[in-house]
């Protein structure tokens, strides 16, 4: 038997070798999934956008809407709180403050946390078993 080959076999019998092993095919599957969802939410924005100025009924909620307004104020000097519905954290608006240069700023940033907590919530749960 080639060497290389009986250097496998020696491998794959550690079973500390093959739960690495395992977590390393389940890891890199986990971040094709993440890529895959970040794709899906890029492709979402996009569709967003296109709707929100072609069609009569938005895609976009009118909080977001809300959002922009109060990271405006805040660009302006203001406080968020002087957008007349605006009733979240002050981080927020000065998190969506770049929504005024790039309208969906917002939109890329709310995805990209959701993966982000996607990746915690699955590292937590590894960690956990």
């Known amino acids: 038997m080639p060497k290389r080959v009986c250097v496998i076999n020696e491998v794959l019998k550690s079973s500390r070798s093959c739960q690495g092993l395992k977590t390393l095919v389940i890891m890199s599957v986990f971040v094709s ?3 895959v969802g970040y794709a899906i939410r890029i492709c ?3 569709y967003g956008i296109m709707q929100d100025s072609w069609m009569s009924v938005p895609y976009t909620d009118v909080d ?3 959002f922009s307004g109060a990271a405006k104020h805040v660009v302006q000097g203001g406080s968020p709180y002087d957008e007349p519905t605006y009733r979240y954290p002050p981080l927020l608006a000065w998190l969506l403050t ?3 240069l790039i309208p ?4 890329i ?3 990209t946390l959701d993966i982000g907590v996607r990746k915690l919530t699955f590292v937590h749960a590894a960690l956990s078993y």
């Open 33 to 35: 999934w993440l890529c």
């Open 104 to 107: 969906a700023w917002g939109k």
């Open 64 to 66: 977001y809407l809300i």
């Open 109 to 111: 940033l709310f995805s």
């Open 98 to 100: 770049p929504n005024l």
């Open 44 to 46: 979402l924005i996009v």
